[in-house]
């Protein structure tokens, strides 16, 4: 098995995967149209925690009252 790395968007991963190319770990709903329509095939890994890094970017100087500033604030405060 081989994954695939260096790709700019879910969409040009998905592409290579459905070319043949290797395999690939997505977020779930990023795939439920191709799993649906029979496309791409979704394997369970039994045993696995999978983790991630994300980022949560926003405006300087957003204001501290708004739902994205209330958001980061909720994410800092409860780091999983």
């Not at 998905?14 to 979704?42: F, M, N, P, W, Y």
């Not at 890994?45 to 209330?70: F, H, M, N, P, Q």
């Amino acid at each position: 098995m081989s994954t695939i790395d260096g790709f700019g968007s879910t969409e040009a991963v998905k592409r290579a995967v459905r070319a043949g190319h290797g395999i690939s770990i997505v977020l779930a709903s990023t795939i439920a149209d191709e799993i649906a329509g029979g496309s791409l095939v979704a394997l369970d890994i039994e045993g696995t925690t999978v983790e991630k890094d994300i980022s949560l970017i926003c405006a300087r100087g957003l204001l501290e009252t708004s739902s994205s500033a209330r958001l980061i604030a909720f994410m800092q405060d409860h780091p999983s």
